[in-house]
Every structure is written in C-alpha cells, then in structure tokens.
C-alpha cells in the first residue's frame, strides 16, 4: 500500500528508474542523498522520506545494485560508495511497518553481506594496484563503504553476529596489507564496542526489570502484613465487644461496607453518564452559540431596515387634522418666541429644505434603479441554470439544443473552457504524474498549459473579430 502524501521528489526519481534503461538507473539513485543531506537528521520529515523510499522500492534498487558487477556500474566505485551510504543511511533509524519480518530477516542480512563483500573487492583490487594514488583511492572507497557498514550495525546491532560469522568478514581479517589490515582492525573494534554497549544495555535492563520485581514483592508484602494488623486489630476488637453486641457490629459494618460500594459505584455511574452525555452537550452548546449569533444578526438586519424604511410617505390629512395640528403649532409658537425672521431668510431656508428633498428623492430613485437592475440579473441567472438544469445531456443533444450550454458572459465562457482543458491535460498525462493521488484531490496543471485564447473564442453565439 503506497503511502499518501508521498513527496513529489521521491516520486520523480521511482518514475525515472521506472522508465530508464538498467545502466542508468545507479546514476539515478545518486540523487536520494542529497535529498537525505538536505533534511534535518532526526526530524520527522527525514523519517516520512525514509518510509517513502522504502515503499517505493528504491532500497531494493540500491541493494540490486551493489549486487551486480562493479565493472558494469557507471561511475564505478565513486557511485558504489555512494549508493553504500545511500542504503545505511535509509536503512537506519526506518519503521518497515506491515513489512517489517521482511525487512528485518532479509533486506538488513543482505545488505550486510554485500557490504563485507564489496569491502573484499576493494581490498582485491587495492592489493593489485600498482600505482599509489590508485591505491589511496581505493583505500577512500574502502572507508567509505566500512563506515556504512558500520552506521547500518550502530542502527541494527542484531546483525554484528551475522557480520561476525560472515566468511568475506574473515576473509578481511586475514589482510596482510596494513592499511587495509588496520582499516579492518579499527571495524572490528567499533563493532565490539557496540556490542559491549548493548551487552551493557542488557545488563542495566535486566537490573532494572529485577528491581522492579523486587519493589513489586515488597509492596505485596507490606500490603499482606497490613491486611494480617487489620485482621488481628479486628479480632482483638471483638474479643473488647461484650458477645450480646457483635451481631449489632457486623450489621453497623455491613451498612458502612455497603455505603462505601454505593459511592463508589454511583461516581462511576455519574462519570459514565457523564462522558457520555459530553459529546450531546457540546453539540447543545454550539447550538446555542450559532442562534445567539444568527438572532443578533437579524436584530441588527431589522434595525437597519428599519432604519432605511422610516419614511413612508405622509398620510392624507382630514380637516379635522389639519386644525389639530394647525393648533398645536400655535401652540409651540407661543411658548417658544423665537427672533423675527425676514422674508428672504425665511425664502432661502425653504429653497434649502425643498433642495434637501429633492436631493433624497433622486437618490431613493438611483437606488431604486440599482435595486431593479440587481433583481433583472438574479432572474436571468435563475432562467439560465434552469434552462442548464433541464438541457439534455451533449451526447442526446439535437439540432439548436447545444445552444442553451452557451454564456455570453465572457469570464464563465474563458472559465469553462480552462476547466475543459485542465481535465483533459490530466486525463493525457503519464500514470507516474497521479501516482499518490486521491480521489476529489484538485487537479493540479501548470497555468502555461493553460492559455487561453480569448481572441478566437466562442462566446454566445458569437465570434469577436
């Protein structure tokens, strides 16, 4: 099962050893590491790319590799070397999941092995060179694939047995070079020290778990000589109470050993209930957040309307109410004398006020017109998804009938047609590109696939010159 949210990287390069002929693919594989050296050691995100290259198979790609002749290997022992710590590397610090008998059975002997195998190659081909630097590279090549070999026992100290029983190991031991001998010698010693680390690591475990036991055996044991106090307390008790009184005890203990199970038991009840009911009573909460919230907002929405809607217009006034009112005028001019006031500032104040008035009537009109507008669009958006609702599909559609999947709205029509594009770019694009994908993910298609002509495009009908 591949993993979701594979990283793109790791997808490319198992797309390319996927298509690329054998010889390339060691070449190929280079490219892992410095995606490894470039990720935080220890982070999370290290471990997520080591789970991703191990289920896309590119581990048992390296491990192919360095299976396979040297002398066919482009790049020779500089690419050897470099897929070695390539595969120590991944293989450290990786959680196999359902696969892990398999990786820990198989895939870490086998890569041990070719390590110590390769190691013997190098020492081979270094006592057979005749040139010095021909042999300080080898020497290079030859740390560098016992370090690995090395960093894969610091992360998996279960194959140093495996590594020590291994003929091409004993086979390293029996150099009679010194270089190489000390090299192997120096090995040897990293990989005891390891093991008395992890001898040592036993050892405080086992001291640890005993530890523990014992703790365990003393508490059992002063939980038994306090239950053995309580009991002799009790019976010394009853031997002090007169034997008239002792089944009068036992009932005056029973209520209490009864009242102690009964609060003890409804807690758990409450608790259980309570739990329970968490989830109904969250959900009443939120419930009654969101009609708060919604009862705010339409007090504030009729506020404002009314607001806006405060004029309606005058009534028609009668006689009788136009004496009343005449009246109460009077009335107010009476007891508020104001200053006298000329004819011509009385006239511009009235000029003013009917100018004020004419100003709110035109704007009510514009807003009016705005409202009309706004509504005329709404119906024809309407008509149009309803005519696109009952429209047959474009396989049953005759004659005009492929007319009503038509818009003369420029941006829907430019809209559709990079839709239309977009999935047809995703549908002709290579299996490898989707791998990973789930379905209901946005198709993701670079946007200069995506141009569009507006000049030549059909629109309602329509062509623009």
């Known amino acids: ?229 309580s009991r002799e307390l009790r019976l010394s008790m009853l031997e002090i109470v007169h034997p008239g009184q002792v089944e009068k005890h036992y009932r005056e203990m029973e209520e209490k050993s009864a009242l102690i199970i009964q609060k003890h038991w409804r807690g758990y009840r409450e608790r259980k209930n309570f739990h329970q009911q968490r989830q109904s009573l969250t959900e009443y909460k939120a419930a009654v957040t969101l009609q708060r919230a919604a009862l705010k907002f339409l007090a504030k929405c009729h506020k404002k309307k009314k607001l806006f809607a405060s004029w309606r217009g005058l009534q028609e006034l009668t006689d009788a109410r136009r004496v009343e009112l005449k009246q109460q005028v009077d009335h107010y001019v009476r007891r508020h004398l104001g200053s006298p006031m000329s004819d011509v500032v009385s006239r511009e104040l009235h000029a003013q006020a009917q100018e004020r008035l004419q100003h709110y009537f035109m704007g009510r009109a514009v807003e009016e017109r705005a409202q009309q507008h706004r509504e005329a669009l709404m119906a024809q958006i309407s008509t149009n998804v309803e005519q696109l609702m009952k429209a047959p599909s474009l396989k049953e559609a005759e004659g005009k009938e492929p007319e009503l999947f038509l818009s003369r709205s420029r941006p829907v029509a430019a809209k559709a047609k990079q839709a239309h594009l977009t999935t047809l770019k995703h549908i002709q694009a290579p299996w490898w590109k989707k791998l990973g994908e789930e379905s209901g993910d946005e198709i993701d298609v670079p946007k200069d696939e995506l141009s569009v002509e507006l000049e030549t495009l059909f629109i309602g009908g329509t062509k623009p010159p």
Not at 146 to 168: K, P, R
């Open 1 to 229: 099962m591949k993993p979701t949210g594979t990283d793109p990287r790791i997808l490319s390069i198992a797309a390319e050893v996927a298509k690329s002929p054998e010889q390339n693919v060691p070449v190929i594989l280079l490219k892992l590491k410095e995606i490894i050296n470039i990720t935080p050691l220890g982070s999370s995100e290290l471990k997520k790319i080591k789970q991703d290259i191990y289920c896309y198979d590119l581990i048992q790609y390296c491990l192919l590799v360095l299976s396979q002749d040297c002398s066919r290997i482009q790049g020779g022992w500089t690419t050897i070397s470099q897929l070695t710590q390539i595969l120590s590397h991944c293989c450290v610090g990786l959680e196999p999941g359902e696969d892990a008998e398999e990786f820990y059975n198989e895939l870490l002997p086998s890569a041990a092995e070719n390590f110590l195998f390769l190691g013997r190659q190098l020492q081979t081909c270094f006592i057979n060179a005749a040139k010095a630097e021909e042999k300080d590279e080898l020497l290079h090549f030859f740390q560098i694939v016992t370090d690995s070999l090395f960093w894969l026992l610091g992360g998996h100290v279960e194959l140093i047995q495996n590594v020590l029983q291994s003929d091409h190991f004993l086979h390293l031991l029996q150099a009679d070079n010194v270089q190489i001998g000390s090299a192997v010698m120096m090995m040897l010693q990293n990989i005891l020290q390891i093991n008395r680390s992890k001898r040592t690591k036993m050892l405080l475990e086992i001291n640890r778990q005993k530890e523990e036991e014992d703790l365990k055996l003393r508490l059992q044991l002063q939980r038994q000589r306090a239950m053995r106090l």
